[in-house]
């Protein structure tokens, strides 16, 4: 207790508009008001605590400070009905651990983290820790110029990382790197592969390592795991000025049990909901956010803006938006409870989202909402304001599903599953679609990338280089996880390095060189990025061809720019194939996944060729291509 002064009550951060907003439901910068904030006032220095819990009988402050000791150091209600305690400790500075102790209505004593807090303990430690933002940016460059950046006809290629097993050190125990290591070494490596973006698990304080960050728990402050809230603003920083663009990925949709965690956090249900059957996770074990109250969608509206506001976020990508929307999501009957109209759409959950798009668009506009969202939930990346949920793009789970169901089967019987490749075509400008291959698909049994190809060794290399190539001709946007980049021979373990080590053997370097120059092309070749979502950048030349499994298409720029993408979903080399085009020119040959430095047999058209007045089905002109064994062709139009 040596060295404890009194609480003073006559110092406050929160005033009347934000209270006034924090009950509305309207306050999107509660990060600023509510937690622990250093400050001064008569001529001490100190620190300032502000915490939600209006149903508890008391609320004070525990910390070293004053020996853990919960009758020192109290917190007092603020008289506007707001449910807010708080108060003002002298020579509390930054650093200092601290935790909430509660007494609860039937006269339990709770001990809880604070959910405002800006830095933990490293799990399993639960204290939070006073830590005011001290960090001097340098990225103006790119925070002025993110816009185009981040635009929707700009190239978008997501590499998305877990932090924790990205690389780690050999020499130091094999300990994952730290923030500012990341900085540097996932910078250079993001720019050498040509990826524009890099999407983090999510980095929000989670107590289970192995949730991958799923389980947040810390809503406003990046993992101890890796360094301080300053050095995740530092790896930013770095990845910014070396042109890299940072999503996090953000879960709203639910949080843990853990005692000292949001979980009955004043004694009853204030951030979940009381009735399991609404409040309840059964997939994932844990609790559903309230949305329908006020106090909660500030909590997470607040949340969302900090990580753009305080770390220069350059979007948020919005984990299991379906289990948002849906009230009987992963429920058998009786499980769930109807809305007012008897349906099972989360009406709460929907004005929710609605108002998160319009308030991060309205004050972060050159930044990008993404929705992981697995069902065909209508209109999820249009504007509100034409009954759409906001969203600025849309992971597109179905073209993922159906093309590595086609891609599993045996070359020999793709011809019976043909419109499982082409049937993404039919909807894929209803939405503004991002393609993941994403971490989902490399866990829990599924094998790696590689391991889904069959075939022998070259085939599966072959398969999984036609695979990328189908992929980034694709209309949307492309997202990689880590890994598969090389084509890592092993599933992801979290607890493990990636394989570098194969990066040795030629044909996994072969991937990797066809991957980055992928990327180039792509970032350089305005026809396949710059119509993404409209259905004039994108016109068929040949779908029909079952029995070969051959598709061919063009891609479209604003200014004419044409880019034809011929793909041979069999190990059979196809000589004298002829293909419609739109126009006549010179065909110039860009890119070859069959090329003899990515591992492949060497089979192309000598750089390209001129097409021949010659109609086939139904166009005045045609190539004669040569096909190469489980390739792909990137042909551009020079007239």
Not at 227 to 245: A, N, R, S
Not at 370 to 386: D, G, H, K, N
Not at 429 to 443: I, K
Not at 460 to 474: N, S
Request: proline share 5%; charged share 25%.
């Amino acid at each position: 207790m040596a060295g404890a002064e009194k609480t003073e009550y006559d110092f406050s951060l929160f005033g009347e508009m934000d209270s006034y907003l924090f009950r509305e439901g309207n306050h999107c910068r509660l990060y600023e008001k509510l937690g622990a904030h250093v400050a001064e006032h008569g001529g001490k220095r100190g620190t300032y605590f502000a915490v939600w819990a209006p149903n508890a009988e008391e609320v004070s402050v525990t910390g070293p400070f004053n020996g853990w000791n919960r009758t020192v150091n109290y917190l007092s209600p603020r008289k506007d009905s707001s449910g807010v305690w708080e108060g003002f400790i002298p020579g509390v500075e930054k650093g200092a651990l601290y935790k909430y102790s509660l007494r609860t209505r039937r006269g339990r004593v709770i001990e809880k983290g604070d959910p405002f807090a800006f830095f933990w303990e490293v799990s399993p430690k639960t204290a939070s820790i006073v830590w005011p933002h001290e960090y001097e940016w340098g990225d103006g460059e790119w925070m002025a110029s993110r816009k185009g950046k981040n635009a929707l006809d700009a190239p978008l290629s997501v590499y998305e990382v877990h932090i924790g097993s990205w690389r780690r050190n050999p020499v130091e125990g094999f300990r994952s790197l730290s923030y500012r290591e990341l900085g540097q070494e996932l910078g250079d490596y993001a720019l050498s592969m040509g990826f524009t973006h890099v999407e983090l698990l999510p980095v929000m304080e989670h107590p289970f390592y192995g949730s991958w960050g799923y389980q947040t728990l810390g809503y406003f402050a990046p993992s101890s795991r890796y360094g301080t809230p300053e050095d995740f603003m530092y790896m930013v920083d770095v990845l910014h000025q070396k042109g890299i663009g940072v999503i996090l990925d953000w879960v709203p949709s639910h949080f843990p049990a853990d005692g000292y965690g949001l979980a009955k956090f004043d004694g009853t249900c204030l951030y979940e909901h009381e009735d399991p059957r609404k409040g309840y996770h059964p997939d994932w074990g844990s609790w559903i956010f309230n949305y329908g109250r006020n106090e909660v969608k500030g909590f997470l509206l607040s949340s969302a803006f900090y990580w753009l506001d305080r770390f220069h976020a350059d979007g948020l990508r919005v984990d299991a938006v379906a289990s948002m929307l849906y009230l009987d999501y992963s429920r058998k009957a009786g499980e769930w409870i109807p809305n007012r109209f008897g349906g099972r759409e989360n009406l709460e959950a929907i004005d929710f989202l609605k108002k998160l798009n319009e308030a991060v668009y309205g004050d972060f506009p050159d930044v990008q909402t993404i929705a992981e969202e697995s069902t065909a939930w209508p209109m999820v990346t249009r504007p509100v304001f034409v009954g759409g949920l906001g969203f600025g793009m849309k992971w597109n789970m179905g073209w993922m599903h159906d093309t590595l169901a086609f891609m599993s089967k045996d070359p020999v019987y793709r011809k019976y599953s043909h419109d499982k490749i082409t049937f993404s075509i039919m909807y894929a400008f209803t939405e503004n679609f991002l393609l993941p291959f994403s971490h989902d698909e490399v866990v829990h049994g599924k094998g790696s990338m590689l391991g889904k190809m069959p075939g022998d060794a070259w085939q599966k290399f072959a398969g999984l280089r036609l695979l990328y190539g189908y992929m980034f001709a694709h209309p949307g946007k492309k997202l990689l996880f880590m890994g598969c980049e090389f084509a890592q021979g092993k599933e992801w373990n979290h607890d493990d390095s990636l394989q570098w080590d194969q990066l040795s053997i030629p044909e996994h370097k072969g991937i990797s060189l066809l991957v980055a120059e992928l990327n180039r092309v792509y970032r350089q070749e305005p026809a396949l990025h710059e119509r993404d979502f409209t259905p004039d950048g994108f016109e068929w030349c040949d779908f029909s061809d079952w029995e070969k499994s051959v598709v061919s298409f063009v891609r479209k720029s604003a200014s004419g720019d044409m880019v034809l993408a011929v793909f041979n979903f069999t190990p059979v080399p196809r000589l004298h194939y002829r293909i419609p085009v739109p126009c006549g020119g010179y065909w110039r040959e860009i890119l070859n996944s069959d090329a003899m430095e990515y591992g492949g047999s060497g089979f192309g058209n000598y750089g390209g060729l001129h097409s021949e007045e010659l109609r086939w089905k139904q166009s005045e002109h045609s190539l004669c291509l040569t096909l190469p064994p489980l390739g792909m062709l990137l042909l551009k139009l020079e007239r």
